[in-house]
Every structure is written in structure tokens, then in C-alpha cells.
């Protein structure tokens, strides 16, 4: 059993910059791929990013290519979501996710977060 917990949201203006990060405890991290999704009000849930549990592969959506980067440090158990030149679409709760590369990048993950609010003002 995996653990997710997100952090790192906030407010920020179009623009701007954000960090966050979904720590995992509960078992061993390395062994999983991981995933970014969001979702915003009265919409459905969308894939951000993925990264292999190598780190040697990732995956973008197209709407967030070259402003978003995701890594992760597996001596940290924790992966990343680097988030730049953010636009006010980008506003959503984000959610962190664990599971096999085959199917974490669709929605089908083992583990989920809770989630963190991340809102882009314009």
C-alpha cells in the first residue's frame, strides 16, 4: 500500500511559477511510475504529466508542454511538478498518482492523492 500527499499549491498570478510535490510512504516508491493529473470546477479529470519509474521517460499533455517539468528523486520518495509561465486554464486541483507505465498515463493508477488546489489568477 502506497501513501500520496501533495503539497505545494497555492495562488498565483499568470505567469508565475510553481512547485509541487507528492511525497509517498508505505512501500517502495522506485518501483512505480507516477503521474500528474487535474482537475478544474465542473470539469473531468485530465492527464498533466507522467514520468517512468526510471525517470528515464515522461510524458505531457500537449497544453502543458514546455511550461511544465516533471522528475522525481527516488532516494526522496517524492516526485515533482515543476509548473511555469502558468495560465489562468491551469487553475484545478492537482492530483498525484502511482501505478504501472502502462496505464497511469490514462487515469488507471494504483494509488491517488488527495490533491492540491493550485489557482492562476489573470
Known amino acids: 500500500q502506497v501513501q500520496l500527499v501533495e503539497s505545494g499549491g497555492g495562488l498565483v498570478q499568470a505567469g508565475g511559477s510553481l512547485r509541487l510535490s507528492c511525497a509517498a510512504s508505505g512501500r517502495t516508491f522506485s518501483s512505480y511510475s507516477m503521474a500528474w493529473f487535474r482537475q478544474a470546477p465542473g470539469k473531468e479529470r485530465d492527464f498533466v504529466a507522467a514520468i517512468r519509474w526510471t525517470g528515464g521517460s515522461t510524458d505531457y499533455a500537449n497544453s502543458v508542454k514546455g511550461r511544465f517539468t516533471i522528475s522525481r528523486d527516488n532516494a526522496k520518495n517524492t516526485v515533482y511538478l515543476q509548473m511555469n509561465s502558468l495560465k489562468p486554464e491551469d487553475t484545478a486541483v492537482y492530483y498525484c498518482?502511482?501505478?504501472?507505465?502502462?496505464?497511469?498515463?490514462?487515469?488507471?493508477?494504483?494509488?491517488w492523492g488527495q490533491g492540491t488546489q493550485v489557482t492562476v489568477s489573470s
Open positions: 498518482a502511482a501505478g504501472a507505465w502502462s496505464s497511469v498515463r490514462l487515469g488507471d493508477a494504483s494509488y
